[in-house]
């Protein structure tokens, strides 16, 4: 089993950047056994859509069309933690944005996700 823990969400203006952060704790050794990390975000009457993810163990990392060039996830194997560095920020991005845990390494979609953090709203503001 895994929880995660995430923090970092706000408000700022169009333009500015956020840290989110999630942290794994249970019986797993580390982060690097998880197999893959990300996020995914969510408004109201959308679907979930994938953000971020990154193979904890190295290797590949994925992003939505919509984030490249602006936000880089990251891990800190010490810490236990994955950090999600959202820089140049739209209010498109505004959204519930979850932590998500995957042991298997399939395909980064909600239906594929075994483990949630509780969520993090951003908001950016025009």
């Known amino acids: 089993q895994v929880q995660l823990v995430e923090s970092g969400g706000g408000s700022v203006q169009a333009g500015g950047s956020l840290r989110l952060s999630c942290a794994a704790y249970?019986?797993?050794?580390?982060?690097?056994?998880?197999?893959?990390m990300g996020w995914f975000r969510q408004t109201p009457g959308k679907e979930r859509e994938g953000v971020a993810a990154?193979?904890?163990?190295?290797?590949?990392?994925y992003y939505a069309d919509s984030v490249k060039g602006r936000f880089t996830i990251s891990q800190d194997n010490a810490k236990n933690t994955v950090y999600l560095q959202m820089n140049s920020l739209k209010p498109e991005d505004t959204a519930m944005y979850y932590c998500?845990?995957?042991?298997?390494?399939?395909?980064?979609?909600?239906?594929?996700?075994?483990?949630w953090g509780q969520g993090t709203q951003v908001t950016v503001s025009s």
């Open positions: 998500a845990a995957d042991p298997r390494g399939e395909s980064w979609v909600p239906g594929l996700i075994s483990y």
């Open positions: 249970g019986h797993t050794y580390s982060i690097y056994s998880i197999n893959r």
């Open positions: 990154i193979y904890t163990g190295g290797g590949s990392t």
